[in-house]
């Protein structure tokens, strides 16, 4: 069974720039997570979609969006970008919300 | 002050030893507790996760929840060098069918050959 596939691996953009960052999840897996990884703030959530529908929202300014597909297959979306959105994205998918399955990530580089 | 508090380590310990990682925490609205694997470049893969008080044993693995305390424990037993990652503790929180995970800072662990 495939795992989340998220697309791109690696990105480097220039400030100012947005950026367009993608993920499938596990096939049957409805609810799509993000999260950003940095060294300094850990782990944190961004968004959460359900059935096409925006669940939870993080404390992320405007700049950060998204959104899900009647498929499940989910997009986020930074616009104007900053140095300091630099990080690992990550993408989760679960079933039934006991377990999540996270893919390998974005590595997003702002120069 | 987070949510949920981690000791990032580095914790550098011999082949074969116990491995203890800890995480406390404030919101008692926290229901699922989960302890995810990160090894470098690689996104979190989920190692146990458990909702009540107690232990659970999976494995060299025991997750030990203490609601009382706002405890959570992740014990390593006969440790290998492929254990070698970053631990993740995480707790799902819940606020009208909304649902998030909050991660502590991640420990990173060493196991020495």
């Known amino acids: 069974k495939a795992g989340v596939t998220q697309t791109p691996r690696y990105l480097i953009k220039t400030r100012g720039q947005q950026v367009t960052l993608s993920c499938s999840p596990i096939?049957?897996?409805?609810?799509v997570s993000w999260y950003q990884q940095t060294p300094g703030q850990g782990l944190q959530f961004l968004f959460e979609?359900?059935?096409?529908?925006?669940?939870n929202k993080g404390n992320f300014p405007g700049r950060f969006s998204g959104r899900q597909f009647s498929n499940s297959r989910s997009e986020m979306n930074v616009s104007t970008l900053e140095l300091g959105d630099s990080a690992l994205y990550l993408c989760?998918?679960?079933?039934?919300?006991?377990?999540?399955?996270f893919g390998s990530g974005t590595r997003l580089t702002v120069v | 002050q987070k949510e949920v508090e981690q000791d990032p380590g580095p914790l550098s310990v011999p082949e074969g030893a116990i491995v203890s990682l800890n995480c406390t925490y404030s919101n008692s609205a926290f229901q699922y507790f989960m302890w995810y694997r990160q090894y470098s470049r690689k996104g979190p893969e989920l190692l146990m996760y458990?909702?009540?008080?107690g232990n659970k044993e999976d494995g060299r693995f025991t997750a030990q929840v203490d609601k009382s305390s706002k405890y959570i424990s992740l014990f390593i037993r006969d440790s290998q060098p492929s254990d070698s990652a970053t631990y993740l503790c995480?707790?799902?929180?819940?606020?009208?069918?909304?649902?998030?995970?909050?991660f502590g800072q991640g420990t990173r662990l060493t196991i020495n050959p």
């Open positions: 989760a998918s679960s079933f039934t919300g006991d377990g999540y399955t």
């Open positions: 979609y359900f059935s096409e529908t925006q669940r």
């Open positions: 995480a707790m799902r929180d819940i606020i009208q069918g909304a649902q998030k995970l909050v």
């Open positions: 096939s049957g897996h409805r609810s």
């Open positions: 458990t909702y009540s008080s």
